[in-house]
């Protein structure tokens, strides 16, 4: 049985939710979600988001942080687009019912690394959950919008096979889905499909993601053909609690913005030599320093100290942090907090425009999961929900001027779904041991500090497990485990290729076999699996960017049949 809707939203956090919210303006929305709809990256948001909402501050300077942090490769076009419409996005936010903190009846506003100014809204210490809750109120609310919940989009249904030229012709049609509580496959056919999937931090051993951060969208874009760019760049957030027990726990850039600082076990502070702003350094300055005093060090960790602050301050400003902490063991108003960098943001994805299109017809990605340039090599602090806004928003938009066309195109029937030979599996230790291996892999390899070799490791490994998982995906029936493995072990190639590409160290990308920044350099690294070298060059001249294509042993094929 075919759900049909108007438009397909895959994705429930910031991104999506919002630009669920609006397309339910112009017709009928399906939403899919992996989990409940308030799981998602958002929600795990402690920090808040930047805006120029403040009298003391201005757009410039918020332009100039985030070039600065994003270290030569942001695209300025996009930084001030986006920095300009912030405001906008806010009041919109307030609207659907966001209730940012407020002290003396204005906005409190956040410091956070890498910001010259205070420009963090913030809802205490989950502004992520407060998110969250507002725009799934507002959903749930709306009876043009369905929300799917406990299912895994599989792969995108496109008109014809993404191989056969010319790509710009193709169409996305919807997308296969498996209900994870059946096991059924279904297709879900829309006009237009929005990826709103965020990233892919659980490709990584030690993460701040939650567990459906498998790069889904990535993957899927990448199949049906969609560029991607700059997966290189990886975001590994300094500090994270570092406990046995403590999984995937985020400790906020904002405990530093408030006077927090790193310590060594012996008390030394270290971030003083390393860079003028110390502690409020860019995100990368700081991981790779507590990555380096770890390595030299030893130990299994270096300390966050928030003993200066006085415990009522911290109860205010950060009450759940305060809790959650002490769960664990440590009052962090009298001793210092263990921590550790993870893996936390994706500064890649898939390259869409300032309408948050892909080359793609009729498909759209928004939020981690894609790319439009704001970053550049490194994330300026709490400018991510901002770009989920932003292009959520503008992907409405551009849909919204498409409408008139696209409401009267004909959904045909999708292809049927076939499982050929496949079986259940009797064999889930495979897929639980290559999630482990890859994991660790890219760890070791592929992590905060590279090199050409270890980088060269991790892609023969990769190679071998990708053909694994392959012959796997088609023994044996589909579960949400073996999508989300499938899903990371390409995610995982594709970022090894990128790293193998760039020759220099910028931003997030940091090789000790190359560690200047190259002026040769200082382009986007794009990748699409069905293009040559030769013809990607030419298609990307324009912009100075590279391309580069997958060999074709790596192509998947599609479990569908036509008939």
């Given at each position: 049985?075919?759900?049909?809707?108007?438009?397909?939203?895959?994705?429930?956090?910031?991104?999506?939710?919002?630009?669920?919210?609006?397309?339910?303006?112009l017709?009928?929305?399906?939403?899919?979600?992996k989990?409940?709809?308030?799981?998602?990256?958002?929600?795990?948001?402690?920090?808040?988001?930047?805006?120029?909402?403040?009298?003391?501050?201005?757009?410039?300077?918020?332009?100039?942080?985030?070039?600065?942090?994003g270290?030569?490769?942001?695209?300025?076009?996009?930084?001030?687009?986006?920095?300009?419409?912030?405001?906008?996005?806010?009041?919109?936010?307030?609207?659907?019912?966001?209730?940012?903190?407020?002290?003396?009846?204005?906005?409190?506003l956040?410091?956070?690394?890498?910001?010259?100014q205070?420009?963090?809204?913030?809802?205490?210490?989950?502004?992520?959950?407060?998110?969250?809750?507002?725009?799934?109120?507002?959903?749930?609310?709306?009876?043009?919008?369905?929300?799917?919940?406990?299912?895994?989009?599989?792969?995108?249904?496109?008109?014809?096979?993404?191989?056969?030229?010319?790509?710009?012709?193709?169409?996305?049609?919807?997308?296969?889905?498996?209900?994870?509580?059946?096991?059924?496959?279904?297709?879900f056919?829309?006009?237009?499909?929005?990826?709103?999937?965020?990233?892919?931090g659980?490709?990584?051993?030690?993460?701040?993601?939650?567990?459906?951060?498998?790069?889904?969208?990535?993957?899927?874009?990448?199949?049906?053909?969609?560029?991607?760019?700059?997966?290189e760049?990886?975001?590994?957030?300094?500090?994270?609690?570092?406990?046995?027990e403590?999984?995937?726990?985020?400790?906020?850039?904002?405990?530093?913005?408030?006077?927090?600082?790193?310590?060594?076990?012996?008390?030394?502070?270290?971030?003083?030599?390393?860079?003028?702003?110390?502690?409020?350094?860019?995100?990368d300055?700081?991981?790779?320093?507590?990555?380096?005093?770890?390595?030299r060090?030893?130990a299994?960790?270096?300390?966050?100290?928030?003993?200066?602050?006085?415990?009522?301050?911290?109860?205010?400003?950060?009450?759940?942090?305060?809790?959650?902490?002490?769960?664990?063991?440590?009052?962090?108003?009298?001793?210092?907090?263990?921590?550790?960098?993870?893996?936390?943001?994706?500064?890649?994805?898939?390259?869409?425009?300032?309408?948050?299109?892909?080359?793609?017809?009729?498909?759209?990605?928004?939020?981690?999961?894609?790319?439009?340039?704001?970053?550049?090599?490194?994330?300026?602090?709490?400018?991510?929900?901002?770009?989920?806004?932003?292009f959520?928003?503008?992907?409405?938009?551009?849909?919204?001027?498409?409408?008139?066309?696209?409401?009267?195109?004909?959904?045909?029937?999708?292809?049927?779904?076939?499982?050929?030979k496949?079986?259940?599996?009797?064999?889930?230790?495979?897929?639980?041991?290559n999630?482990?291996?890859?994991?660790?892999?890219?760890?070791?390899?592929?992590?905060?500090?590279?090199?050409?070799?270890?980088l060269?490791?991790?892609?023969?490994?990769?190679?071998?497990l990708?053909?694994?998982?392959?012959?796997?995906?088609?023994?044996?029936?589909?579960?949400?485990?073996?999508?989300?493995?499938?899903?990371?072990?390409?995610?995982?190639?594709?970022?090894?290729?990128?790293?193998?590409?760039?020759?220099?160290?910028?931003?997030?990308?940091?090789?000790?076999?190359?560690?200047?920044?190259?002026?040769?350099e200082?382009?986007?690294?794009?990748?699409?699996?069905?293009?040559?070298?030769h013809?990607?060059?030419?298609?990307?001249a324009?912009?100075?960017?590279?391309?580069?294509?997958?060999?074709?042993?790596?192509?998947?094929?599609?479990?569908?049949?036509?008939?």
């Amino acid at each position: 049985m075919t759900q049909e809707s108007d438009f397909l939203v895959l994705g429930t956090g910031i991104a999506g939710l919002l630009a669920a919210h609006k397309l339910a303006r112009l017709g009928t929305v399906h939403v899919v979600t992996k989990k409940r709809a308030v799981e998602s990256n958002t929600n795990y948001a402690q920090g808040g988001i930047a805006a120029v909402v403040s009298r003391s501050d201005s757009f410039e300077s918020h332009v100039q942080d985030t070039l600065k942090a994003g270290a030569g490769l942001c695209h300025e076009d996009i930084v001030r687009l986006t920095v300009h419409e912030g405001p906008a996005r806010i009041r919109e936010l307030i609207e659907i019912g966001v209730r940012f903190t407020e002290q003396n009846d204005m906005l409190d506003l956040g410091l956070e690394g890498g910001h010259s100014q205070r420009r963090v809204l913030h809802a205490g210490d989950l502004t992520g959950r407060e998110i969250e809750r507002a725009l799934v109120e507002a959903c749930r609310s709306d009876r043009n919008i369905r929300i799917f919940e406990n299912h895994v989009a599989v792969d995108l249904i496109l008109e014809r096979h993404p191989g056969q030229p010319p790509a710009a012709k193709n169409r996305v049609l919807g997308a296969w889905v498996l209900d994870d509580q059946t096991g059924q496959v279904r297709a879900f056919s829309a006009r237009a499909v929005v990826l709103a999937t965020g990233g892919a931090g659980k490709v990584y051993l030690y993460t701040s993601n939650p567990d459906i951060a498998t790069g889904d969208g990535m993957a899927m874009a990448c199949r049906a053909g969609a560029t991607l760019a700059n997966l290189e760049f990886v975001q590994f957030h300094p500090t994270c609690l570092y406990h046995p027990e403590a999984k995937s726990f985020l400790l906020s850039e904002a405990l530093r913005g408030e006077g927090g600082v790193l310590r060594l076990k012996d008390g030394t502070r270290f971030m003083e030599k390393v860079h003028p702003m110390k502690e409020l350094a860019p995100r990368d300055v700081v991981a790779r320093a507590i990555d380096a005093e770890l390595k030299r060090t030893g130990a299994e960790c270096v300390y966050l100290d928030m003993t200066a602050l006085s415990k009522g301050f911290l109860l205010k400003r950060f009450p759940n942090l305060y809790e959650a902490v002490k769960q664990f063991g440590v009052d962090m108003a009298h001793e210092p907090i263990p921590v550790v960098p993870a893996a936390h943001f994706f500064c890649g994805g898939v390259v869409t425009d300032e309408g948050g299109a892909t080359e793609i017809p009729g498909l759209y990605a928004v939020g981690e999961a894609a790319h439009t340039g704001l970053h550049g090599a490194n994330r300026l602090a709490s400018n991510s929900l901002l770009e989920g806004c932003v292009f959520a928003h503008r992907a409405a938009r551009h849909i919204e001027t498409l409408w008139p066309t696209l409401k009267k195109l004909a959904l045909p029937p999708p292809p049927r779904w076939n499982a050929g030979k496949a079986v259940p599996s009797d064999e889930a230790v495979v897929i639980t041991q290559n999630w482990d291996e890859i994991r660790r892999l890219m760890w070791n390899y592929v992590g905060i500090v590279r090199t050409d070799r270890r980088l060269e490791r991790a892609r023969a490994r990769m190679e071998l497990l990708n053909r694994e998982i392959a012959a796997y995906y088609w023994d044996f029936l589909l579960t949400r485990d073996l999508l989300e493995l499938r899903n990371i072990a390409l995610v995982a190639d594709l970022l090894i290729q990128c790293a193998l590409e760039r020759k220099e160290s910028r931003g997030l990308h940091y090789t000790l076999d190359h560690p200047e920044p190259l002026e040769s350099e200082r382009h986007d690294t794009l990748v699409n699996r069905y293009r040559s070298p030769h013809a990607a060059a030419d298609a990307a001249a324009e912009r100075g960017a590279r391309k580069w294509s997958i060999p074709s042993s790596a192509h998947s094929k599609r479990k569908i049949s036509h008939g």
